[in-house]
């Protein structure tokens, strides 16, 4: 008979299968990612083949990589996109009139513009904000003079996070602080996000990996179960639009 161990990087359990034979000397298995770990990471499988004395020898082994969603690289959606992907959920705030961003295309722009100087992906970005403001209605502990607009600072308990000066430096911020999550690499902009040297470099480079939960270098930006997948479900929204 042969058998199949199966972990995740980064998990100690093992879920074993029995092979089944596909004839000329082939076995295989059908593993169920949800059974080992789930989500992005890589999976190991070990093949061991038993004697008629109860003997096990391993046999083979292989490795498959499941990939999530890059926070850096090239846009997937473009400005228009976004503003009716906003527009499609809630009325843009009076409040920013007399900003840099008195209307929703030009904050959609700004986003565009800061993201594109650092090599985030826009639309992670994007809906990050929509996510943590509720479409920029806020009504938590983040205020929306703070231009704050991913919580950054803000640890709950009425904790209310950084205040930044204009709208353009809180979207700033907020991208740089995915990017010092993303990689190593070093800043194009002069840093505005207060605590930028308080992330892991390197240690979220996928979007699915934002939940501290689902980490597996157990780090991230939020604590709440399922946030990147979460956050990844408005990506798909908005590139639907």
């Known amino acids: 008979s042969v058998s199949a161990g199966v972990w995740k990087d980064g998990k100690s359990d093992v879920k074993w299968y029995n092979a089944l ?7 295989y298995v059908t593993v169920n990612a949800a059974e080992v770990g789930n989500g992005v990471g890589r999976y190991n499988i070990h093949f061991y083949a038993t004697d008629g004395n109860g003997i096990s020898k ?4 292989l490795s498959h990589t499941i990939e999530g969603y890059s926070i850096m690289g090239f846009p997937q959606v473009n400005v228009q996109q976004m503003v009716n992907y906003y527009n499609a959920n809630a009325t843009y705030p009076s409040y920013y009139a007399n900003t840099e961003v008195p209307t929703i295309e030009a904050f959609c722009q700004m986003y565009a513009e800061e993201a594109g100087a650092e090599g985030v992906r826009v639309e992670v970005a994007f809906c990050q904000a929509m996510k943590e403001t509720g479409f920029l209605r806020y009504g938590g502990d983040v205020d929306i003079s ?3 607009f991913a919580g950054i600072g803000a640890t709950g308990n009425g904790a209310r996070g950084n205040a930044f000066s204009s709208p353009r430096e809180g979207v700033r911020a907020q991208i740089q602080h995915l990017k010092a999550y993303a990689n190593k690499e070093a800043l194009k902009n002069t840093c505005v996000d207060v605590r930028f040297f308080y992330v892991t470099r390197g240690s979220a480079p996928y979007v699915e990996w934002l939940g501290i939960q689902e980490n597996p270098n157990g780090g991230g930006w939020a604590a709440s179960k399922n946030y990147g997948n979460d956050l990844l479900g408005l990506i798909n929204k908005l590139k639907a639009i």
């Open 21 to 27: 034979n596909a004839g000329n000397g082939n076995y």
């Open 58 to 61: 391993f046999v083979t082994g």
């Open 146 to 148: 703070q231009y704050n």
